[in-house]
Nanobody
Framework: QVQLVESGGGLVQAGGSLRLSCAASGRTFSRYGMAWFRQAPGKQREFVAGINWSGMRTYYTDSVKGRFTISRDNRKNTVYLQMNSLKPEDTAIYYC?????????????????WGQGTQVTVSS
C-alpha cells in the first residue's frame, strides 16, 4: 500500500505560478512511475504530466507543455509539478498517482495508487 498526500494548491491569478508536491510513503519510491492528473468540474479526469522511475522520461499533455514541469526527488519520496503561466482552464483538482511498474503512461488504469487531490483555482 502506498499513501500519497498532495499539497501546494490554491487560488492564483492568470499568469501566476504554483508548485504542487506529492509526498509518498513506501521504501520503493525510487522505482515508481509518477503522474499528475486533473479533473475540472463537469469533465473527465485527464492526464497532465508523468515521470518515469529515473526521471529521464517525462510526458505532458499538449495543453500544458512548455508551462508545466514535472520532477522528482527520490531521496525525499516526493514528486513535484511546477505550474507557470497558469490559465483559468487549468482550474481543477489535481491528483498524484503511482505506477509501481515504474513507467510513465497517460492511461488512468496504469496507475495503482491515487492521492486525494489538491484544488487549483486560476482566476481570470
Amino acid at each position: 500500500q502506498v499513501q500519497l498526500v498532495e499539497s501546494g494548491g490554491g487560488l492564483v491569478q492568470a499568469g501566476g505560478s504554483l508548485r504542487l508536491s506529492c509526498a509518498a510513503s513506501g521504501r520503493t519510491f525510487s522505482r515508481y512511475g509518477m503522474a499528475w492528473f486533473r479533473q475540472a468540474p463537469g469533465k473527465q479526469r485527464e492526464f497532465v504530466a508523468g515521470i518515469n522511475w529515473s526521471g529521464m522520461r517525462t510526458y505532458y499533455t499538449d495543453s500544458v507543455k512548455g508551462r508545466f514541469t514535472i520532477s522528482r526527488d527520490n531521496r525525499k519520496n516526493t514528486v513535484y509539478l511546477q505550474m507557470n503561466s497558469l490559465k483559468p482552464e487549468d482550474t481543477a483538482i489535481y491528483y498524484c498517482a503511482v505506477d509501481v511498474d515504474g513507467s510513465v503512461q497517460n492511461m488512468e488504469r496504469a496507475y495503482d495508487y491515487w492521492g486525494q487531490g489538491t484544488q487549483v483555482t486560476v482566476s481570470s
